[in-house]
């Protein structure tokens, strides 16, 4: 009876995935001067609890409509993922192999192309709703390795005939 409970479970998940309607609003690159230094190249505790490979780009900001900013960085973010150190490397605590290379003092910044893309997402909820949600996706590769960022702001609740 529970694996028949979550395998519907996930089912109703994919559904609701499934008729989910992406709506682009704009689709934009930048090129930014990102600053790579102990103060922007980071490892922190993420919003989950594990830490995350971060990269403070304060340029961010002027991009974008949203805060993009996360808990104990010194401004917006992008995100490469899973790091192995809550330390800074500059600090002595080098765990994470992509470290080095974002810690170069003859390269101090990297030109970067930063995309921003805009959306509204229209999702359907099992009660008959329609859930109306501003989102903006940020990503960059920068010295090879790819950060992302996205924020989400409900906008409003719909009739369900809007999500369809």
Known sequence: MKLFILISFIFSIQKAKAESKDVLIDDQTYTVDVALNKNTVLCLQGDYGANSFKIAVPQIDDLTFLDHTSP?????????????TKDLPFM??????RF????????????????????????????????????????????????QHEAHLPLAELKIENCQ
Do not use: W
């Not at 104990?72 to 192995?84: L, R, T, V």
């Not at 002595?92 to 192999?97: E, F, K, L, Q, S």
């Not at 959306?119 to 390795?145: A, F, M, N, Q, W």
């Open 72 to 84: 104990g960085a010194p401004g917006p973010c992008i995100n490469a993922g899973f790091c192995k």
């Open 92 to 97: 002595g605590a080098t765990t994470d192999d």
């Open 100 to 147: 080095p290379i974002f810690h170069d003092l003859l390269n101090p910044i990297e030109m970067a192309q930063v995309r921003v893309i805009r959306k509204e997402v229209l999702t359907p909820t099992t009660d008959g709703r329609c859930l109306r949600t501003y989102v903006e996706h940020i990503s960059s590769t920068i010295r090879g390795t790819l950060f």
